[in-house]
């Protein structure tokens, strides 16, 4: 079996599962000309609590983890199987870390299921996703990366699902296509850093946008996974796709051995709904 690819996708707007839009069409294409895997693992900004954990359960549950969206969104169900065997494996993998079995609580919450309905939209690929654990450094994600790594040679895709960008407080909703400019600075500086050294990916920590580009590191931390799988294999990160959303969010993507050329700017990303206030929304 040929290794698998990993990626990480700025998932933006979970408006994005129901609209046509660029950056759902690079998502699309991203399964049609990728590899099947064995499972997904699921890294996602929306998973981010005091522990490292990672679902057991045989059938997870779609999770609504958001406020004031359309009842079509609530609707919506990715019912893809999961496998507790493999969780198993990974929690022995990644030893000495700890990794708790988690077999009822969590589920594919929409960092990942937004991705997921447009890159594998049957939903037949079991699906597993690991949590962030808030209470560890930055440099603790970037070894359990590296030792995650092992499971792209066992048919296992690994997806990042976060934001290079992203800061609610200072979203401007109606602008789909809006990009500040210390947006697509901090942007181009993380895109500089992963496409030429990606294990010093903590470099950008000290550049002078950080605190407005990732006011909280819960969606930035997706991408140390990716980062840290690369400096595994010693190989830069790929450009998938550039952009950015609402003037805070990049929706940028990157990839490891994942040869998909889709680096042209898309057209615009889904946007929110009408009077929803943008740091009340949990996207």
């Not at 609590?49 to 679902?55: D, K, L, M, S, V």
């Not at 006011?215 to 931390?221: C, G, Q, R």
Request: aromatic share 10%.
């Amino acid at each position: 079996m040929s290794k698998m690819p990993a990626l990480f996708i700025g998932h933006g707007s979970p408006m994005n599962t129901l609209e046509q839009n660029g950056y759902t069409e690079a998502w699309r294409a991203f399964g049609r000309h990728l590899p099947r895997p064995r499972a997904l693992l699921v890294v996602s900004a929306h998973w981010y609590f005091g522990a490292t954990a990672i679902t057991a359960m045989p059938r997870p549950r779609t999770i609504h983890d958001f406020y004031g969206f359309p009842q079509a969104l609530f609707d919506f169900q990715y019912p893809a199987p999961g496998d507790a065997d493999l969780a198993g494996e990974i929690a022995e993998l990644v030893k000495p870390h700890w990794v708790g079995l988690d077999r009822d609580q969590w589920g594919i919450d929409h960092g990942a299921w937004s991705v997921l309905a447009h890159v594998y939209p049957d939903a037949d690929i079991p699906v597993l996703q690991l949590s962030i654990n808030a209470l560890k450094p930055l440099d603790y994600h970037l070894d359990l990366a590296a030792r995650l790594a092992p499971l792209r040679e066992q048919g296992v895709m690994i997806i990042a699902s976060g934001n290079v960008v992203h800061n609610l407080r200072e979203l401007q909703w109606r602008r789909q296509d809006l990009a500040y400019d210390w947006a697509e600075r901090f942007d181009e500086a993380v895109a500089d850093q992963v496409t030429q050294a990606p294990g010093d990916i903590l470099r950008v920590v000290d550049h002078p946008d950080y605190d407005l580009a990732a006011p909280t590191p819960d969606h930035f931390i997706p991408l140390l996974y990716l980062a840290g799988l690369a400096a595994a294999e010693d190989r830069p990160l790929e450009p998938l796709v550039r952009g950015h959303a609402m003037g805070s969010i990049s929706m940028s993507c990157f990839g490891l051995g994942a040869a998909v050329d889709l680096r042209k700017v898309p057209d615009c990303a889904a946007k929110l709904p009408e009077g929803v206030p943008p740091d009340q929304t949990n996207i």
